[in-house]
Structure formats: structure tokens, C-alpha cells
């Protein structure tokens, strides 16, 4: 019902002849979520160019209005089809008169609804047994607001004003708390507050030292867990061996996590540990750690380099490159060592002065190894590598006897020979044809010496249309985290065929599909795309989002993804993503539902037939919730019915998009599915498992009521005041108390007190096995059987390989995200012996199983075949 306020007002006598805003000052007060009109009356000018204003600031709606009511009479309407605080304020409507700025009385608009925190508890850690204070504030309107504490799952005391502070005396344990805040409109609750208890820290982890010298250490170290308290210093304790007298100890404040010791004895052993306080006192000590200081010296660092021999009629000359000292530790470097040996056994050792030595006491005839070394006052440096002096050798060579680079030649040889092979086949290959700019002829010469003309285009040319460019992830301008996510679910797009449309809507459409495997054969596929004119690269994320999510689910109950392709565009636009789904012969639940009950042939669907299918969606939400996942938008729409009668929970993200009727926009956030949403989500925008319960109880009520609209008579915008004042969905007629009383339990306004999804599918077998055995001969049977080879009505050609049986299926009738309801259908009453039609006694028999397909559906409802389960 929209609410009119009148915002006018008489000119002052200053303003221009004839001119008027008409009117009186109005105060609104309307309840968030409503509609409101407002209008202004303008007289005395021809096409008036109206403004409205909010708070000083011109209003940039388009939901405005001006109707002529004469040539110089003019209305004004700004219309606020769902108001928010946001909305409340002050308004009026101006014009522009020969350069003036006319304006009408205002409206006060204020805005009603439940209370909005403006300060919540907030997360604390506290030591034991220790007082602390929580602050809790709501405001209106409508005012008073009051406050109501609750601790863990128990009230605190009385309702208080707002703002209210909670005084606690302590606590011995993790402890949640939250308020409450009511006033007229109803009630709202704040954020959960955790108070975690402080403890002692954890000793510190990975002690590391480093920067070792003859008196200093530095030392670095990972703190353990603070114990929810800042930590304040750590301790480091020096001893000369573990357990031993204490020779340091330093503390530091931390961070940094480091500590330098210093005043240390060079050459000597120590060991230390670390421990860490915070405001409750000291972590345990971490383990003992061993090091060394350094003595005043150190041995050289580095090797002679170069060693080479010399042959003389006297002997051998050795000779090597100096070694340079590389720091001030390791002091002034001394004599050489020079070591020899032979394969004989003979070896010496000699001390050197400078860079080369004349060996003499070796035999030429037999192999000589040489190595050499630099000493200093501490100790000698590393030896060189071996120099091996063959007998038969003139000099010898550094290195191992056998060299690594005898390949090499090798290797350049065969590279050598391949580049001239390759090079005189492409001038042969140059020679027998010729290149054109647009491809390629006289290919070759036929046995009677004729050139033969062979035209092959070298490209394609399409003067009529752009030209395509490939699709790939990269073009589409999403994130880089999707686009890992999606990078081995990707699809060509050649592997598919496009077939018949399934059903649309306002932002993309579904369609079937045939897609090729590896083995070559085809299966039949569901294929879902956003419309061609969707070019912004957040709705193709958000898109792309719902098959990144369902790529990670695995059960019989829980819609599969297939892969994900991209259709290629024009250059310049951004490639079609597409989602396929595995295809799913009968549609979504809701057309299902709504088929047997108001279809142009209804039939009837026992009740054994109606808790199958809310088991099996119980199965794949109790399957989602274990891994943390929400839907937030269950509903029979977004249930999907195989060929075996199976009920697979789907539309993880788009179903928001296809089907606009059951949603509604508050003001500038998102399309929401109200009349399926739990009072928390309507009221704080708050999504949880206990949200999908209430939604899971709402498509209850749809199977229940084979496909009803709930709250049917009540507008979206009335649904919360509706839930808030205690009401709920009716009973369905020839409803069970036990199913309705598991429908009220998801329904009950505190989400901690709704059942678990485990708790509903084990109640919902529960009275599943209680129902009696469905009778082959007395129950009705439904069974699809359409001729074979005719194609649907208004629909596209067969596609190669596709599935007969379900070619009937006309364009839009139950549509669903990934398959369709089967539209042409025929009943009998007499499961036990099918009538059979015309040319279809082939279509309908199975071969390979002594029962029909009539027989073979009936089973699965009453659970006799196979059926996929939890």
C-alpha cells in the first residue's frame, strides 16, 4: 500500500506571478521495507523541471514521476519502493523560475523497523576468575530500544535501556555472549562475543644461532602461542653444558625475537634456552641448544687454485696461485703443504716457501697425484684439487685423469649434421611449390608432366563478419584464484553441440547439448550460458563462482559439474562463458510438482513418492553443511529430478539470475528469495546451515502442496512483519502431523533450536518406513511415452545422438538449470499391465530386464530397485 505525502507550500509574495507550490508541511512514518509516494503540485509554468531533494542533496532516483494535470499544472511523484534508514530524512521539491530557485514545504520521513546496533560485544580474552565489562547499543526508530543479555544460551538479568554494559565478574571457561534489542517493530540480535580465557604462553620453537665469533652470538627464536595475552619479554640462559652452572642469562623485550650475547669465552662449548612471559608469567623453557664460540683464529678458508707441473730435464716444477688471506681472523698465511703419491705406494710431504716447488724424488716412470695447501698459526686450509701428472704426459693437467668434456665435440657434430639436414630439406621443399599470398599452388606434377593446380586458402577471409579471436580464461578479466580453480574443468569449445533451448530468463538462458567423449561416442548434457549483451566481467566471475564451487562436490544428491567452456565472440567482446551440467530428464521439482498437480493431464504422486524426494534433498544439504558450504537459496525450483526419480540438490549461484519471480530487491542490495528466507537473514542479512534448515522446511511445504506458492495472498515486502508476529506456513491438506511437525521445527525463530539436516533425513526415513508398501495394482503410475522421433513442438532438429525418449519436451514448460520437464505424458491405472501404443512396444520394452519402464519407476519410488542414497 503506498503511503502519499503531500510536499508543497504556497510562494512567499516575492516569488513570480502566478507561480505556486501548493501545499502544507507532512510528517511520514512508515515501517522499513514499505513503499512510499511522495508528491509535489506545481502551478504556473509550462513543463516545470521538478528536483526533488533529501538533506540538501538533489535526489538521483529514476523511480520519478511528472504527470500534466493542464498546461501549466503539473505533479511531481518520487516513489521509494522499499524505504531503509538509509531513506528516512527530510525532503521537498524545487524548480527554476527566471533564475530563481522556488521550493515547497518538506516532508519529515522517518523509518520504522527493528532495532539497528550501532555498538556490539566485542571478542575478549581475560585472565581467570577476572572482572571485564561488554557494551551493548541499539537504536530506532521506533523508540525505546531495550537490551537483554544472554550468556552462552541463558538470559542475563532484566531487559535494560539502551546503551546497556554488562558487568562480569569473571569467568572459568570460554564463554559466548550476546545481546538483544527490542523495541515495537520487533527484535534483533547483535554478533556473538567470544571471552577466552588467558593462559601462560608456549615455550618458544626453532632457537637458531648465527653470527658466531670468539666472544659473541646472536641468537633468533619463534615465539610459541601467547596464551591470548601480549607477550612481554623472553629470557635467554647461557650455560658452559646443559644443566650446568648459569653463566648468562638476558632478557629482552620482545619483538624483535633475536638476542645478542656477548662478553662469550672464545673455543668454548655453551648451551642455551629460551622462555617467553606475558601478563600471567613465564613460558616453560624450550630445549637446550649447543654452540660453539670461535677462537681468536681461524684455519685459511680457501684453496690454492691453478696447480699445473712443469717436466725438466731435472724434474718436476710445481706451481699455483697465491692464496689471498679472506678476513682478519684468519691472520697472516704461512708456508705451503705440498703432498704427493704414487700408484706404487710412495708419497711424501713437503713444506713450501711461496708459489712453486721442484719435485725431484718421484719416479717418471709411474702416475703422480699432487695436491697443495696454505697453513697459517692455526692450521692448514683445504687442499687443492688433485693435479695428476701422467708418465707418458709432457705436463700434467688439473682435474680428475679422465676428462667430462670428451663429448662435446660429439655433440656439436650431430647438432652440426641435423641444422644442414634440415636446411637442404626446406630448400627442396621450397623448390617443389610455390607460395601465393593467399595459399599455396602448384602443389605437385602429375606422371603425364602437367602442373597440376591444387589451391589450399592459407587463411580464412570473411569480409561479412569480424573476425573471431580464441576464448580463453585470460580474456575474461577474472581473478586469478578462479581462474586456477578452473583451469582443468575446461572444455573446448568444438567438443560440444548446441541443441535446444530448455528455458531463459533475464540473464541467461539453459540450453541442451551433446557432448563428445574420449572414446568419440556423445552424451547428452546441460549447458548453462549468460545472455550475449552480459559484458561486464563481474557478472561472468560471479558466474563462473557457481561452477568453481560445485567442481568441488561429489554425491549422488548434490548436482555435478561437468565442465566449463567459453563460447568465442567478435574481437573486442568478452568471451560467453558456459557451465554444462549433466542433463536432467525430468527438470526441476517445482515444474515437476506443479506438472502433476495442474498439468493438462495431472496425475497423482503418492506420498511415499513426495518424503523420497524430501529425503534425498535432506541427503545433499546434510552433504553441503558437513563441508561448511551454504546455499542460501534451497527451494524446489533449485532441485533437479533424474530419470531414476533421484533428487539432486543444484544452483549454486545462477539460480538467482534465471528465475526472477520469487525474488525480490530491497533498495540497492541484491535479488533475495524472501518468502524463503529464515527471519534472521530477512531481518540482518545473516546466512547460515540454520537459514538452509528454514529453507529446507519451506520446500517441504512446496512438495507437500505438489508445487503451491508459499504465503500465497502476501506480498514480499509484508513477509517479515508476517513471521515476526508468530505466523508460519498452514498444514497442506493430506500433510502428516509428523512432516508438518519436522516443517514447524526448521521454522522456529531461534536458528540454534532448528533441527540439523542429519537429525530431518533420519526422521524423514523414519517415517518413510513406516508408510506402507506402495501396491503394484491399485496405485497410479506415471510413464513418458512419447513417439519416438517426433520433435518437440517449436524446438530444433534432433541432434546426432540425442536421446529420443525425451524429444517431446516443449520450450519453457518446466524449466529448469539443467534439464526440463517431460511435457506429453500418458497414465494407467494398472501398473501390472501396460497398454501398449503403436509402434511403441519396442520403445517401451527393455530388453535386458523383465520389467517395463512403468514397473521399473514404480520400484525405485517404493525403494525395491537400487536408488542412490546418503
Known amino acids: 500500500m503506498l503511503l502519499a505525502g503531500l510536499a508543497c507550500l504556497l510562494l512567499p509574495e516575492s516569488a513570480a506571478a502566478g507561480l505556486k507550490l501548493m501545499g502544507a508541511p507532512v510528517k511520514l512514518t512508515v515501517s522499513q521495507g514499505q513503499p512510499v509516494k511522495l508528491n509535489c503540485s506545481v502551478e504556473g509554468m509550462e513543463e516545470p523541471e521538478i528536483q526533488w531533494v533529501k538533506d540538501g542533496a538533489v535526489v538521483q532516483s529514476v523511480d520519478q514521476l511528472y504527470i500534466p494535470v493542464s498546461e501549466q499544472h503539473w505533479i511531481g511523484f518520487l516513489s521509494l519502493k522499499s524505504v531503509e534508514r538509509s531513506d528516512a530524512g527530510r525532503y521537498w521539491c524545487q524548480v527554476e523560475d527566471g533564475g530563481e530557485t522556488e521550493t515547497s514545504q518538506p516532508v519529515w520521513l522517518t523509518v ?3 532495532p539497528f546496533f550501532t555498538v556490539e560485544p566485542k571478542d575478549l580474552a581475560v585472565p581467570p576468575n577476572a572482572p571485564f565489562q561488554l557494551s551493548c547499543e541499539a537504536v530506532g526508530p521506533p523508540e525505546p530500544v531495550t537490551i537483554v543479555w544472554w550468556r552462552g544460551g541463558t538470559k542475563v538479568g532484566g531487559p535494560a535501556p539502551s546503551p546497556s554494559v554488562l558487568n562480569v565478574t569473571g569467568v572459568t571457561q570460554s564463554t559466548v555472549f550476546s545481546c538483544e534489542a527490542h523495541n515495537l517493530k520487533g527484535l534483533a540480535s547483535s554478533r556473538p562475543a567470544t571471552v577466552h580465557l588467558q593462559a601462560l604462553p608456549a615455550a618458544p620453537f626453532n632457537i637458531t644461532v648465527t653470527k658466531l665469533s670468539s666472544s659473541n652470538a646472536s641468537v633468533a627464536w619463534m615465539p610459541g602461542a601467547d596464551g591470548r595475552a601480549l607477550l612481554q619479554s623472553c629470557t635467554v640462559q647461557v650455560t658452559q653444558a646443559p644443566g650446568g652452572w648459569e653463566v648468562l642469562a638476558v632478557v629482552v623485550p620482545v619483538p624483535p625475537f633475536t638476542c645478542l650475547l656477548r662478553d662469550l669465552v672464545p673455543a668454548t662449548n655453551y648451551s642455551l634456552r629460551v622462555r617467553c612471559a606475558n601478563a600471567l608469567g ?8 649447543p654452540f660453539q664460540t670461535k677462537g681468536l683464529g681461524t684455519a685459511p678458508a680457501s684453496a690454492p687454485q691453478n696447480l699445473h707441473a712443469i717436466r725438466t730435464d731435472s724434474g718436476l716444477i710445481l706451481e699455483w696461485e697465491e692464496v689471498i688471506p679472506e678476513g682478519p681472523l684468519e691472520g697472516p698465511l704461512g708456508p705451503y703443504k705440498l703432498f704427493w703419491v704414487q700408484d706404487n705406494g710412495t708419497q711424501d710431504e713437503l713444506t713450501v716457501e711461496g708459489t712453486r716447488a721442484n719435485l725431484t724424488g718421484w719416479d717418471p716412470q709411474k702416475d703422480l697425484t699432487v695436491r697443495v695447501c696454505v697453513t697459517n698459526a692455526v692450521g692448514c686450509g683445504p687442499w687443492s684439487q688433485p693435479l695428476v701428472v701422467s708418465s707418458h704426459d709432457h705436463a700434467g693437467q688439473q682435474g680428475p685423469p679422465h676428462s667430462r668434456t670428451s663429448w662435446v665435440p660429439v655433440v656439436l657434430g650431430v647438432l652440426t649434421a641435423l641444422v644442414t639436414a634440415a636446411a637442404l630439406a626446406l630448400i627442396l621443399l621450397r623448390k617443389r611449390r610455390k607460395e601465393t599470398r593467399f595459399g599455396q599452388a602448384f602443389d605437385s606434377v602429375m606422371a603425364r608432366g602437367e602442373p597440376a593446380v591444387h589451391f589450399r586458402a592459407a587463411r580464412s577471409f570473411n569480409r561479412e563478419r569480424p573476425e573471431r579471436i580464441e576464448a580463453t580464461l585470460d580474456s575474461l578479466g577474472i581473478s ?8 582443468d574443468v575446461l572444455i573446448p569449445e568444438q567438443q560440444f553441440t548446441l541443441g535446444r533451448m530448455l528455458g531463459k530468463g533475464e540473464f541467461g538462458s539453459v540450453r541442451e547439448a551433446q557432448l563428445k567423449q574420449e572414446d568419440g561416442s556423445f552424451v547428452k548434457v546441460a549447458v548453462k550460458m549468460l545472455k550475449a549483451d552480459i559484458i561486464a566481467s563481474s557478472d561472468i566471475e560471479e558466474f563462473l563462482r557457481e561452477a568453481a564451487c560445485m567442481k568441488e562436490f561429489d554425491h549422488p544428491h548434490v548436482a555435478k559439474l561437468v565442465g566449463v567452456s567459453l563460447r568465442s565472440r567478435a574481437k573486442g567482446r568478452l568471451p560467453i562463458p558456459m557451465v554444462i551440467l549433466p542433463f536432467m530428464k525430468h527438470g526441476d521439482l517445482h515444474a515437476f510438482l506443479l506438472a502433476s498437480r495442474i498439468g493438462e493431464n495431472p496425475f497423482n504422486l503418492p506420498l511415499q513418492t513426495l518424503i523420497r524426494f524430501m529425503v534425498d534433498i535432506a541427503c545433499g544439504m546434510e552433504y553441503l553443511s558437513s563441508r561448511n558450504f551454504i546455499h542460501r537459496d534451497l527451494a524446489a525450483r533449485n532441485c533437479m529430478l533424474a530419470e531414476d526419480m533421484t533428487v539432486c540438490v543444484a544452483d549454486f549461484g545462477l539460480s538467482r539470475k534465471i528465475y526472477s519471480g520469487d525474488y525480490y530487491r530491497q533498495g540497492c542490495a541484491s535479488k ?17 546451515v540454520h537459514s538452509d534448515v528454514w529453507a529446507f522446511g519451506v520446500t517441504m511445504w512446496e512438495i507437500m502442496t505438489r508445487g503451491q506458492t508459499p504465503y500465497a495472498g502476501i506480498e514480499n515486502a509484508e513477509i517479515y512483519n508476517y513471521l515476526i508476529g508468530g505466523n508460519r506456513l498452514k498444514q497442506p491438506p493430506e500433510c502428516m502431523e509428523d512432516v508438518y511437525e519436522l516443517m514447524y521445527q526448521c521454522w522456529n525463530a531461534d536458528p540454534k533450536q532448528r533441527p540439523s539436516f542429519t537429525c530431518l533425513r533420519m526422521e524423514l526415513e523414519n517415517i518413510l518406513g513406516q508408510l506402507s508398501v506402495l501396491s503394484i495394482s491399485q496405485d497410479p503410475l506415471y510413464i513418458n511415452i512419447e513417439r519416438a522421433g517426433e520433435p518437440a513442438e517449436g524446438g530444433s532438429p ?37 497398454a501398449e501404443q503403436p509402434g511403441q512396444a519396442e520403445q517401451e520394452q527393455q530388453p535386458e530386464s523383465p520389467l517395463n519402464e512403468g514397473q521399473r519407476l514404480l520400484l525405485l519410488q517404493q525403494g525395491l530397485l537400487p536408488h542412490s542414497s546418503c
Open 112 to 114: 520504522e523497523g527493528v
Open 282 to 289: 613465564p613460558s616453560p623453557y624450550a630445549d637446550w641448544v
Open 480 to 487: 586469478d584464484e578462479l581462474k586456477e580453480k578452473l583451469e
Open 672 to 688: 533475495l528469495p524472501v518468502k524463503w528466507l529464515a527471519l534472521e537473514s530477512l531481518a540482518d542479512n545473516l546466512y547460515t
Open 798 to 834: 534432433e541432434l546426432p545422438g540425442e536421446d529420443q525418449s525425451s524429444s517431446g519436451t516443449r520450450d519453457g514448460s518446466g524449466m529448469g538449470a539443467v534439464g526440463v520437464t517431460p511435457s506429453d505424458y500418458r497414465y494407467i491405472l494398472s501398473p501390472g499391465g501396460l
